[in-house]
């Protein structure tokens, strides 16, 4: 069998991946707090991950590999969420909104993650189903002396884990001497962190020993990792940005409420996405939902393909030039393998590429010469090199929809932005020359295309209904 190589976070060195139980190969990756929709950044873990879960499908079996991702359902800005819609009329119980509110966001977050080709984990918890789990944790560590409660509060004590701090590389002191952490009167000491904290008349809570309350966030994935996976299971996944606190805290509540476990034995952690070279933030103006992206005619496998174009370790750069550079390299590839049957043995020099640290630009640059290879044969050759192909795309998430004539049309797609692009400018310079008739034509025949049109403060924006006829907006060139 292939063997796997990862970096390990904990270790900081690349170390060769032996499963706890070949049998069983266990992974968790935290998922979305489900408050809105999910932001490019959110994908590219997704998307980074679900490319380890098809490697180890490909070399375990699907039957002998466990995935979960879990849904934080507790939090602040869901419950601020909730209150603005009671606030503006909304007669109905807080947590009846609340579920509301969450249920349409993980619908959401299905769509668009499903739109980038990415598989549905076996196991998808949501918080607010494991807090007798949740609870449970936390009487433990309190009887073993890791936590103590105080006004409501549970918190961790964070200097009874010796270990604390090794994940991130930081010492205790070295971390309140450095961080902005929140000094509170039932702390005893700056650096230790809330299990649980109470819940007033007009929050979601749960009865508990310490009276009605809410769990901390970084107890939800202990209890739901320990619950699905066990005390020790392989992989831990996750963005840069979650190596501490989240989950550095993790570890801590882990490991002492469960010593007898290891918790994760290999850390995984991806880097972050920049747009056009700049930290993406609402304030330059560069943040955009995943969304935001498809509906500008951006294709899921466009933006999958830009993400594995960079290791999973290096800041990724989205940038308009490597959409369009994607979007003709995939159509080519469509061209390829149009109507070819999908071979289920792809070429290793691939697995091994995705083997090696999960090199998905290594894969992709061996993936381009196994296209010339196809260009270049003939007949029965070509038919199978071209089946070869199409199977070895499909551990990378891509082409799963290109068999029997059946093709994404990638460079139409492309044409169609173009398009509304140009459509969407004649509007607006119709409006600035107050040519109020034309203006009103555009609109009403981009309207008719199946096009809804929003004009606001900001300009016109667009977004694609499912009754979009792409034929009709060609009759507007």
Not at 151 to 167: I, M, T
Request: charged share 30%; proline share 4%; hydrophobic share 40%.
């Amino acid at each position: 069998m292939t063997k796997i190589t990862l970096t390990n976070s904990k270790t900081r060195q690349k170390e060769p991946f032996e499963p706890i139980d070949p049998n069983n190969v266990r992974m968790y990756v935290c998922g979305p707090t489900v408050y809105d929709r999910a932001h490019l950044g959110n994908a590219r873990p997704v998307i980074v991950f679900d490319v380890l879960y098809r490697l180890l499908r490909h070399l375990y079996g699907g039957e002998h590999v466990t995935y979960v991702r879990n849904f934080t359902d507790v939090d602040d800005k869901i419950n601020a969420e909730a209150q603005r819609r009671k606030d503006a009329g909304d007669a109905r119980p807080l947590e009846e909104l609340i579920r509301e509110r969450t249920d349409e966001t993980i619908a959401w977050y299905h769509a668009d993650m499903a739109a980038l080709g990415n598989l549905v984990p076996d196991h998808e918890p949501r918080a607010t189903e494991y807090i007798g789990q949740m609870i449970a944790m936390i009487s433990d560590l309190i009887g073993k002396g890791h936590a103590y409660a105080k006004k409501g509060h549970v918190l961790f004590r964070v200097r009874s884990y010796e270990a604390y701090g090794a994940l991130s590389g930081r010492s205790v002191d070295d971390m309140i001497a450095g961080a902005r952490v929140e000094v509170a009167p039932f702390k005893e000491d700056p650096m230790d962190f809330v299990l649980w904290k109470p819940s007033d008349a007009d929050l979601p809570g749960w009865d508990s020993p310490w009276g009605r309350g809410r769990p901390g966030w970084h107890i939800e994935c202990s209890a739901m990792a320990h619950e699905l996976l066990g005390a020790s299971f392989d992989i831990h996944g996750g963005g840069i940005d979650l190596q501490f606190p989240h989950h550095e805290n993790e570890i801590a509540q882990s490991a002492c409420a469960h010593p007898e476990g290891e918790f994760a034995r290999v850390w995984m952690h991806n880097e972050m996405l920049q747009v056009e070279g700049r930290k993406m933030s609402k304030s330059l103006g560069n943040f955009f939902t995943v969304r935001d992206l498809l509906d500008q005619g951006f294709p899921g496998e466009v933006i999958r393909f830009v993400m594995l174009s960079t290791h999973y370790s290096k800041p990724m750069d989205w940038t308009e030039a490597k959409a369009k550079a994607a979007r003709k390299t995939l159509a080519h590839w469509q061209e390829l393998t149009d109507k070819a049957e999908r071979s289920r043995r792809p070429h290793l020099d691939v697995v091994d590429a995705l083997s090696d640290d999960l090199n998905t630009s290594l894969a992709i640059t061996r993936l381009h010469a196994h296209a010339r290879a196809v260009e270049t044969a003939s007949g029965n050759e070509r038919k199978e090199l071209a089946a070869r192909f199409l199977g070895t795309l499909e551990l990378l998430g891509i082409g799963e929809d290109w068999r029997d004539g059946v093709r994404i049309a990638i460079e139409a797609a492309f044409e169609t932005t173009a398009l509304l692009d140009r459509l969407t400018q004649r509007l607006e310079d119709a409006r600035a020359a107050k040519d109020w008739v034309r203006a009103d034509a555009i609109k009403a025949s981009l309207v008719d295309a199946g096009v809804q049109v929003m004009i606001g403060q900001d300009g016109v924006k667009r977004v694609l209904t499912p009754d979009f006829d792409p034929a009709k907006l060609e009759a507007l060139k």
